[in-house]
C-alpha cells in the first residue's frame, strides 16, 4: 500500500464502493456492483493527478466518493487530515466548499433557469451567506475573467454560450469558494476537440495560478500526457498501477498499463508501443475473478494470479504496481 505522509492533502485507504445490484426476485440474495474495491492513494497539494481507465472501471464513482455523493461502503478519506467518513451529513455538506467537482457534460451540469452570474454566485450564497450581494457580484465578475468570459455576461443564461464557454463557466463555480481541491469528471470528453486543447491550458493556467489540486478523470491518455504529474490506473475496481508521468510513458509496471497505451494511435512516437490485445471481454464487476482481476485477459498470467489479490508494491520511487510479476516481463514483440 503506498505510504500515507502528512504532507499529502488527500489520503484514500482501502475505499470501497459497493452500489445494490437492483434484483428482479424478493428471493435472491441482494447483489452489488464493486464499483471500488479497496483503493488507496494520496495526493499532494498542487499536482494533477489523472485517474485511468476503461469504460466501467470505476473511476466515477471513486471521484464521487471522495466528495460523498457516492456514499463509501468501507475505507477512509482523510483530507487535510479530516476523516470525510466520519462526518454528519450536515458537516459533511458544509465541508464541501473545500472540495468540489466538475462534470462531464457542461449542457446539463448548469442550470438553464438561472443567469450566469446566478450560476456561479450560488456556491457563494450557501458557503459565503456573510457576504454582502455587492462583494458577491465583484466576486462573481472576477471568477468569470479567471476562467476568460467577459463579466458583462454574467446576465445571460447557459444555453447562449458554447460547449467550451460553458465548461469555463462550470469551472468558475467550482472554483468561486476557494476549494483546495477539484476532482474533475472527463471534462473534455464532451467537447470538440479544438476547444479540448483551450480547456487543458485553462486548467494548466489556474494550477499554476492558484496551485490548484486535481482529480483529473479521463479516458483520453492524450489529454493526460498534457495534464498529469501523476497517473493513477483503474481496472474493475482496483488499482492496477500509481505512476509519476514519466514512467507512466516510459516504463509502466502493469500488464494493463502496457494494453491500455498499445492500444493508442501511433502517429506521435511516445505513444508508439508493440501491439498487446487484451483477450475477452471485462468481467463483471458483481463477481469479479478471484486473485488478481486483471488475469481473465493478461497475457502474462500464470496459474499463482489466481491466488491472491495482489497489493500494491513499489519498484521504483513514487511508482506502484499491483501485479506479482517482475517489471521486467516482456510484452513486446
Ligand atoms: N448508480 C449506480 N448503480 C449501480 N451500478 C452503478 C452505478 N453507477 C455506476 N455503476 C456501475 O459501477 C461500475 C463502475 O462505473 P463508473 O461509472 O464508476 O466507471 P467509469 O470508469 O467512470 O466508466 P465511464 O468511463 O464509462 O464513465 C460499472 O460497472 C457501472 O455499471
Known amino acids: 500500500m503506498p505510504p500515507f505522509s502528512g504532507a499529502s492533502l488527500l489520503d484514500v485507504e482501502d475505499l ?26 494520496s495526493i499532494l497539494p498542487g499536482e494533477i493527478v489523472a485517474l485511468v481507465g476503461e469504460s ?19 475505507g477512509r478519506v482523510r483530507f487535510k487530515g479530516v476523516d470525510l467518513t466520519t462526518l454528519t451529513p450536515k458537516e459533511m455538506r458544509s465541508f464541501r466548499r473545500h472540495m468540489q467537482m466538475v462534470f462531464q457534460d457542461p449542457y446539463s451540469s448548469l442550470n438553464p433557469r438561472m443567469t450566469v452570474g446566478e450560476i456561479v454566485g450560488e456556491p457563494l450564497s450557501i458557503h459565503h451567506a456573510h457576504l454582502t450581494a ?9 471568477l468569470l475573467s479567471r476562467v476568460g468570459i467577459s463579466p458583462t455576461h454574467a446576465v445571460r443564461y447557459p444555453h447562449s454560450f458554447s460547449g467550451g464557454q460553458r465548461q469555463r463557466i462550470a469551472i468558475a463555480r467550482a ?9 474533475a ?34 479516458h483520453d491518455l492524450r489529454a493526460v500526457s498534457h495534464i498529469a504529474d501523476r497517473v493513477i490506473v483503474m481496472y474493475l475496481g482496483r488499482i492496477m498501477e500509481i505512476a509519476p508521468s514519466a514512467m507512466f510513458w516510459d516504463g509502466p509496471a502493469h500488464p494493463y498499463t502496457e494494453a491500455l ?10 505513444f508508439r508501443r508493440n501491439r498487446v490485445v487484451l483477450k475477452g471481454e471485462v468481467p463483471s464487476a458483481v463477481s469479479p475473478p ?15 494470479c489466481a491466488a491472491a489479490s495482489p497489493a500494491l508494491r513499489q519498484v521504483a520511487p513514487g511508482h506502484w ?13
Open 16 to 41: 470501497r464502493v459497493h452500489l445494490p445490484l437492483r434484483s428482479r426476485s424478493l428471493f435472491r440474495p441482494k447483489q452489488f456492483i464493486k464499483a471500488v474495491d479497496g483503493a488507496s492513494f
Open 56 to 74: 466501467g472501471s470505476g473511476k466515477t464513482t471513486l471521484g464521487r466518493s471522495l466528495l460523498r455523493l457516492t456514499p463509501p461502503s468501507s
Open 134 to 142: 455587492r462583494a458577491r457580484l465583484e466576486r462573481v465578475a472576477e
Open 175 to 183: 472554483l468561486s469558494t476557494e476549494p483546495d481541491f477539484i476532482v
Open 185 to 218: 469528471d472527463e471534462p473534455i470528453s464532451a467537447l470538440d476537440v479544438s476547444v479540448q486543447a483551450q480547456i487543458i491550458n485553462l486548467i494548466l493556467e489556474l494550477k499554476d495560478k492558484l496551485s490548484l489540486t486535481m482529480l483529473f478523470i479521463s
Open 261 to 270: 497505451l498499445a492500444a493508442l494511435p501511433v502517429e506521435h512516437p511516445k
Open 290 to 304: 478471484s486473485g488478481c482481476v486483471f488475469r481473465t485477459r493478461c497475457p502474462i498470467a500464470s496459474p499463482e
Open 321 to 333: 504496481t499491483a501485479c506479482i510479476k517482475q517489471k521486467s516481463f516482456d510484452l513486446k514483440g
